[in-house]
């Protein structure tokens, strides 16, 4: 037995695995995303490190408490959680090909023994036969089928790993960005209404005065007609509110009718100074994404192993101890032990062209990981290039429209002197309230727009989310 369980190790020890070692695919060469002539938004540090609960750079309260019940009870995360835990327990499944197989077994029957088929002048005899022992296999692994089969379960597994990551970094920024939505809603209805409001107090005092007949037919037309243009844009911005109030609650758990949504507002988002972005060598080490699909191309290449070594020989060592008695008590005597050891050496010869396809088919499948990896790696290049140039015109445009806002307001203002002073009438005044709500509401949507680019950018260059850790 000494000598048997040497001649194992020392055959193990001496075992190849056939098939490609995989190797972490280069970097692309580059130290910068954006293309000549492009520059870079003031609030990205390039080579700074991502953040744990990157969305705290907002630092609202109300929006990490929304976040917080997203990551406690989402759906999606939960379901990406439990593949994750089936994902590893088959891998410890597959790794327990690399012991011996270990099975106990026992029996018990009654059997009629015919003499006379052995040549035997016996008349037959009817007994009892008991039976119990354990049998031991173990596979050599010559060539490395097994291992490379736990290597690709393995690699699965990180693989799954990383896709739980990503479902954190989705999920939270699914809730940012809906946040930021519902709180420009909120105040993008709020001052529809006040248009509207104005809009009737204008249309009042042209009847008015088209009674007085100072202004004509067309001049009430147009302002009525400017009533109700602007009143159609409240059921759309309200059913949008409605539709991301009623995604938030799906997002953390909840019915709509179950949730009751905080009330958000854009003020209530602070503008971050600074958001880290990873340099490019290492955006290919943090993004989940890139790093699932390094996993996927890893289980890959671990599979042309496994279809290379199905053609080499297989050497199967194994050894039996059992018992058998006529009489249950006769079991544990030592007459009653049998035992024997072996090796079984199967080779495959001819499978009509099988295995060769299946090696090929390996291989294809891990160059289509491989083109799929890279561009994997590509896209997420493009999609930090475009959210630092979306930034660099946000801050612009932030900026142009808060200078409009000013400008408008000041003029509604110096009006509203004018009209308390009688120099001017009620409408000029209204048509300056009206501009200026109007500049309001592109300011809204800029500056919202500014913050899901926040978003966008912390997330594309690999925000880390520290629960998923």
């Known amino acids: 037995m000494r000598r048997a369980l040497a001649l194992l190790g020392g055959l193990s020890l001496t075992a190849c695995a056939v098939g490609p070692d995989f190797t972490t695919p280069s970097a692309p060469p580059t130290d910068h995303f954006t293309a000549a002539g492009e520059s870079m938004p003031k609030l990205a540090a390039l080579g700074g490190k991502a953040h744990g609960q990157w969305w705290k750079m907002y630092k609202s309260s109300d929006l990490d408490a929304v976040i917080a019940q997203a990551l406690a009870k989402n759906q ?33 029957m009654r059997e009629k023994i015919n003499y006379t088929s052995f040549g035997l002048a016996y008349p037959p005899n009817t007994l009892n036969l008991y039976s119990v022992g354990a049998a031991v296999s173990y596979s050599l692994d010559l060539f490395g089928h097994d291992r490379r089969l736990v290597e690709a379960a393995d690699a699965t597994a990180e693989a799954q790993k990383d896709r739980l990551e ?4 989705t999920l939270t920024g699914q809730v940012v960005m809906h946040a930021i939505n519902a709180a420009a809603l909120e105040e993008q209805v709020r001052l529809a209404a006040a248009i509207v409001t104005a809009d009737k107090k204008r249309s009042d005092l042209m009847h008015l005065e088209r009674q007085a007949r100072t202004v004509t037919d067309r001049d009430v037309a147009e302002v009525d007609a400017q009533l ?12 949008q509110l409605a539709a991301e109030r009623h995604t938030l609650a799906a997002l953390v758990g909840q019915t709509p009718d179950q949730w009751s949504p905080p009330t958000l507002t854009l003020s209530s988002f602070q503008r971050p100074e600074t958001i880290p972005v990873n340099l490019p060598s290492e955006l290919v080490r943090r993004r989940p994404d890139i790093q699932a699909a390094e996993a996927d191309l890893h289980a890959a290449s671990a599979m042309v192993g496994v279809a ?9 060592l194994s050894a039996d101890v059992a018992q058998w008695a006529t009489l249950p008590g006769h079991l544990w005597q030592d007459a009653a032990t049998g035992a024997a050891m072996g090796g079984t050496l199967t080779a495959p010869l001819f ?22 990896y890279r561009q994997t790696v590509l896209n997420s290049f493009a999609q930090v290039a475009t959210v630092l140039q979306s930034l660099v015109q946000d801050q612009d445009e932030v900026a142009q429209t808060a200078k409009a806002v000013h400008a408008t307001g000041k003029a509604t203002r110096l009006a509203s002197l004018q009209q308390q002073n009688g120099t001017i009438g009620l409408l000029p005044l209204l048509v300056d309230e009206r501009q200026e709500n109007m500049m309001r509401l592109s300011d809204i949507q800029a500056r919202a727009q500014y913050l899901r680019d926040c978003a966008e950018l912390a997330l594309a260059s690999g925000g880390e989310v520290m629960a998923a850790r």
């Open 76 to 108: 999606t995360l939960e379901e990406a959680k439990a593949t994750l835990e089936e994902v590893r327990r088959r891998a410890e499944a597959t790794s327990g090909i690399l012991l011996p197989q270990v099975d106990l077994g026992g029996s018990a």
């Open 166 to 169: 990503g479902a954190y970094l």
């Open 228 to 239: 109700a243009a602007d009143a159609a844009m409240i059921p759309p911005l309200r059913t």
């Open 308 to 316: 290379e070594a199905n053609r080499f020989p297989r050497l199967t």
């Open 351 to 372: 499978h009509g062209g099988q295995l060769s396809a299946e090696q090929h088919a390996a291989e294809a499948a891990y160059q289509a990981s491989f083109a799929r």
